[in-house]
């Protein structure tokens, strides 16, 4: 027999309530930690993908000093991309911003192949000095050196690689 309704305290429904809201926590808690880790394995593709893109232009640059056809002509003002050991224009500060990469001098990749949505990817070339003090160079050290810069994206722009290495052509 049930117990007459005046004697009922209700403990049922306030322990049903707050196990109600412990499984709702969990499920938000559970939701927003799958979302976070959407959002971190998509900025590693995209990191992925602009580094990938950066090699691929290195390659792309290092080959363009190889070639026996019309050989670069380097000077000052950076024109076409190649800038000579004088030129004060691309420092290593002014290379990590933006700003140098859409105002001053740079060659476009001919990478083809790019994933969809990834622009393609810049470069310069800078002439290096042969020594530092050309009196006291070793005739192998007279070789010249090039520094190759380049700046490739991912996914999205804000996946930027910027890659930097020094070339001795063959």
């Known amino acids: 027999m049930c117990k007459p309704y005046k004697y009922q305290s209700g403990a049922v429904l306030i322990i049903s309530l707050v196990m109600l809201l412990l499984l709702t926590l969990i ?33 792309v640059a290092e080959n363009s000093l190889n070639s026996p056809a019309l050989p670069p002509t380097f000077d000052d003002a950076g024109t076409g991309g190649f800038y000579s050991e004088t030129s004060t224009i691309p420092t290593q500060s002014a290379l990590s911003t933006d700003l140098f990469w859409t105002t001053n001098p740079v060659r476009t990749s001919t990478i083809t192949g790019l994933a969809s949505g990834i622009a393609r990817p810049l470069y310069i070339i800078q002439r290096l000095p042969a020594c530092l003090d050309p009196a006291g160079c ?26 930097q290495s020094t070339y001795l052509p063959s």
């Open 27 to 59: 499920g938000i808690s559970g939701t927003q930690n799958s979302s976070l880790e959407e959002k971190m394995a998509g900025n590693l593709r995209d990191k992925s993908l602009a580094f990938q893109t950066a090699e691929s232009a290195l390659i």
């Open 138 to 163: 070793p005739p192998a050290a007279l070789t010249t050196l090039y520094r190759i810069t380049v700046r490739a994206t991912g996914g999205s722009l804000n996946a930027v690689v910027i890659l």
